[in-house]
């Protein structure tokens, strides 16, 4: 190993002795870093969620879902009206 290796190595380990000695620092990276994972996946699901509902209305399965419903609801109506 060359001693131009060998301080990059020193330096290397003294950051990261630096990074984690202290449980406050620590403790706020790995908060920050889940608060942005949290964040990420989030916004990641709206955008699919938000692609599926346009494409659901795009392909007129609304329509067809929404006329099932009223049928179903017309015919629990009339059974309703009959136990009357």
Do not use: C
Not at 1 to 27: C, H, W
Not at 63 to 83: A, E, M, P, V, Y
């Amino acid at each position: 190993m060359t001693p131009d290796e060998q301080k990059t190595i020193d330096r290397l380990v003294q950051a990261v002795n630096f990074a984690y000695s202290s449980p406050g620092k620590t403790f706020w990276r790995g908060f920050l870093w889940g608060l942005g994972r949290g964040l990420g996946h989030l916004v990641g699901w709206l955008l699919l969620l938000a692609a599926l509902i346009y494409f659901y209305q795009l392909s007129g399965l609304s329509r067809t879902f929404h006329d099932l419903l009223d049928t179903l609801g017309k015919i629990s109506q009339s059974f309703n009206s009959l136990s009357r």
